[in-house]
């Protein structure tokens, strides 16, 4: 190779830095010490440091700044090196190499200091981001539009705001980025009416013209503050200022709508726009799945494989939400392949996704794989764990995940939150462990200070409702510190049901009508409340009160998933175009069933009827339609799984106890309430539901 002038192999190594090779930086390395020896000058010698730091190759730019004689180094040189941990996260040892360039003499400069302030703020010091604020001030750079700006970041995320409103009041000048970061600080710190006026004043001055970062912040101020009218006029003053084809604004706007709900919005701006990135699929799937629309969330994402859109791990971990929301198990592992073929199943969210989408699909032992495999685990995954144990039944399972997550020995010990105690009161709710359920709901507020709320109380007051104490739950609403909820007194009413107390069902159900007038399932409960006890008087009157003031009984739905297509039944279905075939093996399994000791429970059949009739009427739920239909769609031993959209019925439960042992296989029926696994004659939970 002919000599190479000293900017030629600067050319090579920052070639290396603009594609981020190191294989090419290497050699571009390897050449200069070929061609110059090992003593480098200050010219080379801060390129090659440069070129290090910025592809996180720490160790080789130490080496290369430690061949470097000392009167050679210059603040150019400490800057590459300082700019380059901050760039990759290694903020510590880039206020550590600080430390050494002071040592050598060497006063920073406009480039170093921004990411100074930049590095106190990730490391959380704003003592140590005050220190560089007095330097700045010591050497005339404060005036500077970038340090004042990255001073004044530095103090929005530590927390003094007064100091970096005081700072932004005395800047000479503001540049769009300073702006930017005003409005996107406000936004982080729970302020978005302040973000909205700032952007107003920016658009006042007339000096600095608002660029897409701006709106997209202006946006997520109006997405957290729920203000759809600010947001719309933004939408219009983009369209009107021309920036309607940038991709960023588009992609802002598609999240605020969606944040808004109005996913119409979203939907028109997505079909709208010329070209798309993995963002723009990223947020139309985000927005399905936070709208509770998970069907259109696999659909949007099952269009971008087809548009080979590589799937990031924020995508995939939408996409696994949804599917978790569907019990939509098979969708939901094929997902889990796409994320292994993407090496992001170890991500922290995607790999709590993923324990969360095979508890809520009844998948146990997937869930608890899932959960084993993370390299790092959050609290997120602890409570999908737990939630998956307690929707199972296993109370047991759920109260000993939960001791070790809790472990004050472990360093690794995880406080609970919120959402911990509703799973755990779950499952002690579901086992029937009445005493350890009291003391944890008691250790909340006394041992982790967490305020209990409205599903607290619920957990508890079924708690007490299963376990006969009826009055005693009643007195317990009676004494709560915030006022009963729905859910609340569904859970007495509920209870008052099973054990028969329709005077205090009733105050139960005039307190849910009092909530929710126009909601059918309190109606219902309670006229099969009383048609239970034999009242069919009382039961007619909640039902004809219910026909006067139009409210109507939702439909009970069945559905199953067979070969990508999914199945839905009701009642006394006869539509499907195997019905003769699922008619046969209706009787067949009644047949074998009563050989085997089956009687049918008819004692919450909703009429009042001949037990022949109520015996047809509890015979053909919707239920047993979906499981007959499983068993001549699906290969032996394959596990059937049904969804309802309703609780399953005692008869119902029974009789799906006796058809597992008779067939040999398990069936998983997810309701609205919890999982029930049947197998050999039983179920996860132990007749308790």
Known sequence: MPFLRPKSLASLVESAVSTRSILLGRAAHAQIIKTLGLGLDAFLSNHLINMYSKLDRPISAH???????????????????????????????????????????????????????????????????????????????????????????????????????????????????????????????????????????????????????????????????????????????????????????????????????????????????REYNVVSWCSMVAIYEQNDMGEKACEVFLKSRREVVVPSDFMVSSVLSACAALAALEMGRAVHGLAVKACIEENIFVGSALVDVYGKCGSIKDCERAFHEMPRRNLICWNALIGGYAHQGHADM??????????????????????????????????????????????????????????HYACVVDMLGRAGLVERAYEFIRNMTIRPTASVWGALLGACKVYGKPELGKIAAENLFELDPHDSGSHVLLSNMFAAAGQ????????????????????????????????????????????????????????????????????????????????????YHSEKIALAFGLIALPPRVPIRITKNIRVCVDCHSALKFISGIVGREIVVRDNNRFHCFKDNRCSCGDYW
């Open 63 to 273: 080496l290369v700044l430690f061949h470097t004689p000392v009167h050679v180094r210059s603040v150019v040189t400490w800057t590459s090196l300082i700019s380059g941990h901050v760039q990759n996260g290694h903020f510590a040892a880039s206020l550590y190499h600080f430390l050494n360039m002071r040592s050598d003499s060497i006063h920073p400069n406009d480039f170093t200091l921004p990411c100074l302030f930049k590095a106190s703020a990730a490391v959380c010091s704003p003592l140590l981001g005050q220190q560089f604020h007095a330097l700045a001030i010591i050497l005339g750079l404060i005036n500077d539009e970038f340090v004042a700006c990255s001073a004044f970041d530095m103090y929005s995320k530590t927390g003094l705001l007064t100091h970096a409103s005081k700072l932004f009041d005395e800047m000479p000048y503001r540049n769009i980025a300073t702006w930017n970061a005003c409005i996107s600080n406000a936004v982080l710190n729970g302020r978005p009416l302040e973000a909205i006026s700032m952007f107003i004043e920016l658009l006042k001055g007339n000096l600095e013209a608002p660029n897409s970062i701006t709106f997209c912040a202006f946006l997520n101020a109006c997405s957290d503050g729920k203000l759809l009218v600010q947001g719309q006029q933004l939408h219009g003053y983009v369209i009107k200022g021309g920036y309607e084809a940038d991709i960023s604004v588009l992609n802002g706007l598609i999240d605020f709508y969606g944040k808004c709900r109005e996913v119409k919005f979203s939907e028109q701006v997505f079909d709208n726009m």
């Open 398 to 455: 759920a109260l000993k995940l939960f001791k070790e997550m809790t472990n004050c020995g472990d360093s690794q010990a995880v406080v609970p939150n919120y959402v911990t105690f509703v799973s755990v009161l779950t499952a002690c709710s579901r086992g029937g462990m009445l005493k350890m359920g009291m003391y944890l709901f008691d250790s909340m507020r006394g041992k982790y200070g967490i305020e209990p709320g409205a599903e």
């Open 536 to 619: 069919w008087e009382e039961a007619n009157v909640v039902r004809k009160e219910m026909k006067d003031v139009g409210i109507k009984k939702g439909a009970g739905y069945s559905w199953i998933s067979v070969k990508n297509s999914v199945h839905v039944f009701q009642a006394k279905d006869t539509s499907h175009h195997r019905n003769s075939e699922i008619q046969t093996m209706l009787i067949e399994l009644k047949t074998k069933m009563k050989a085997a000791g089956y009687v049918p429970d008819t004692s919450f059949a909703l009429y009042d009827l001949e037990d022949e009739e109520k015996e047809s009427e509890v015979w």
